[in-house]
C-alpha cells in the first residue's frame, strides 16, 4: 500500500509501494529498451545527495508547443533532485534528450494540469485526491501546491 505524508508541515507526497514500484522498474526498463507505453519515456536526473543519476518513467506533457513533467505523486524525489539539478534526460531507447527544467508557480499550471489529466487521467486521477480534468478551475488551482510542474527546453 501506499502512504501520504500530507499535513500541513510538509508537502503532498504518496509514496509509491512495492507493487507501484516494481511497475515502474518494469515500465521504465521497456522505455530503456525503445518501447513507450502511450508516450511514456525515462527520466534520468542526478540525485541531489548521491550525485548518481536516477531513473524513473514519467510521462512527458505537451501543451501548446512547450513540453512538462507533471509529479502526480507530488513533491517526490524526483521534484528534489529536479529542483537541485535544473536539468536532466529523457529516454525512450537509443534516443536520449537532455533538458533543462523550470519549475513552474502554481499560478501558471491550471491550463497543464487540465490537459495532463484528460491524457493521463485514468493513471493518475488517484493521485489528485478526487480532482479530474473536469474539476473546476478552483479546485485544480487549490490541487496545484500538491503538483509540481516542470517546463522543459529539449537541449539541441
Known amino acids: 500500500m501506499s502512504s501520504s505524508s500530507s499535513s500541513a508541515a510538509s508537502p503532498y507526497y504518496l509514496k509509491a509501494g512495492p507493487v507501484a514500484t516494481r511497475l515502474n522498474r518494469a515500465i521504465g526498463w521497456l522505455a530503456r529498451h525503445g518501447l513507450s507505453l502511450a508516450g511514456t519515456a525515462e527520466l534520468s536526473v542526478r540525485g541531489r545527495k548521491s550525485g548518481n543519476m536516477l531513473r524513473l518513467p514519467v510521462n512527458p506533457h505537451s501543451h501548446d508547443g512547450a513540453q512538462y513533467l507533471v509529479s502526480a505523486r507530488g513533491h517526490s524525489q524526483w521534484v528534489r533532485n529536479m529542483r537541485a539539478a535544473g ?20 499560478a501558471e499550471k491550471l491550463p ?33 501546491c500538491d503538483h509540481p510542474v516542470f517546463r522543459i527546453a529539449v537541449r539541441k
Open 112 to 144: 497543464i494540469l487540465r490537459t495532463y489529466l484528460e491524457k493521463w487521467g485514468w493513471e493518475v486521477n488517484q493521485y489528485f485526491q478526487g480532482v479530474t480534468a473536469k474539476s473546476s478551475d478552483e479546485e485544480l488551482l487549490a490541487a496545484a
Open 87 to 106: 536539468e536532466g534526460e529523457l529516454r525512450v531507447g537509443r534516443k536520449v534528450r537532455t533538458f533543462t527544467a523550470q519549475e513552474l508557480p502554481d
